[in-house]
């Protein structure tokens, strides 16, 4: 294996939604669930690079626009 990099795409909506789990997921106390650091910093990483792409989680109606993004990801 290399460090080459590779990409994800993914729309705004799953960007977001993803970015909130991670947020909540990194939040919690879940030591146990790492065999590793690496995976812990590789999930605090991913978390970084949405936080830098999305506008949403700095919007005052981030929680709405949030539940819009999920509603969407549903239908």
Do not use: G, H
């Amino acid at each position: 294996m290399s460090n080459k990099s590779i990409s994800i795409p993914l729309t705004e909506d799953e960007a977001l939604v993803l970015f909130e789990w991670l947020c909540i997921f990194n939040q919690s106390e879940v030591d146990k669930l790492f065999q590793d650091d690496v995976t812990e910093q590789i999930l605090f990483s991913i978390e970084n690079m949405l936080e830098s792409q999305l506008v949403a989680p700095f919007d005052p109606d981030y929680k709405i626009i949030l539940e819009e993004a999920r509603k969407r990801l549903k239908n």
